[in-house]
């Protein structure tokens, strides 16, 4: 007799890409920094090497409201799921 198990985990971490920062720059610097810690001048400094990773490793939750918060500023983003 032949058995097979499927092993589910709870949820993959997700990891948010920006691609485009879109035509409201510094509103999308300013919530960069809201959301991720990090300096104003830092988060400048990622719109310049886009796409960029902004956060990694976060539930799919706190990704989609990111990739919203985002599109909703103007710029381009998406979530994949990290493995």
């Known amino acids: ?3 097979s198990f499927l092993l589910v ?11 485009d920062s ?3 720059v510094i509103e999308i610097v300013k919530l960069l920094h809201r959301q991720t810690g990090l300096s104003l001048w830092h988060c400048k400094s990622l719109l310049g090497k886009l796409p960029t990773s902004i ?10 409201a990111m990739v919203a918060e985002l ?6 983003a998406h979530a994949e799921a990290s493995q």
Not at 9 to 19: E, G, I, K, M, W
Request: glycine share 6%; proline share 9%.
């Open 1 to 3: 007799m032949s058995e």
């Open 9 to 19: 985990c709870d949820a993959l971490p997700h990891t948010v890409v920006l691609t």
């Open 22 to 24: 879109g035509p409201r």
């Open 55 to 64: 956060l990694e490793n976060v539930p799919e939750e706190v990704a989609t």
């Open 71 to 76: 599109r909703a500023a103007g710029a381009s």
